[in-house]
């Protein structure tokens, strides 16, 4: 399989192994893809999903900066974005990080005001933001 076919393949494998609960396996698919266009923020942002629920924090977070990066005004790049800041607050707090995270949640909420955040981030949020 080549070009697109083939990633479209491996996303859809991919997101379809994250809704089993096989995260390392997702996390190959979406290194395939990667590996042909290191810039795919769909396999970028589902590769950090899948990093952070295998506890693998930093690297969650290191997936999740690069989504952040690409700017653009496609809506839907602008949701994968606000996952992607969800993923990066959410991992910053499993480390401790919770300013860091604090941070993220603010520019979520800046974005979204009505996103719905668990219990946990809402503790965080209030501590921790202005």
Do not use: C, R, W
């Not at 070009?3 to 089993?20: A, F, H, M, R």
């Not at 295998?54 to 977070?61: L, Q, R, V």
């Amino acid at each position: 399989m080549e070009g697109l076919d083939y990633i479209g393949v491996s996303i859809y494998s991919g997101n379809l192994e994250i809704s089993k609960g096989n995260y390392f396996e997702a996390i190959g698919y979406f290194d395939k893809v990667l590996e042909n266009d290191p810039t795919n923020i769909i396999a970028l942002q589902g590769k950090g999903y899948a990093l952070a629920n295998i506890g693998k924090y930093d690297d969650a977070i290191s997936s999740l900066d690069k989504v952040l990066k690409i700017y653009t005004h496609n809506p839907i790049v602008i949701l994968i974005k606000e996952d992607a800041l969800y993923g990066k607050a959410v991992s910053l707090a499993n480390l401790g990080k919770y300013q860091e995270a604090a941070i993220y949640y603010d520019k979520i909420l800046k974005m979204d005001p009505k996103f719905s955040f668990t219990e946990t981030d809402m503790k965080v949020i209030q501590k921790f933001t202005k």
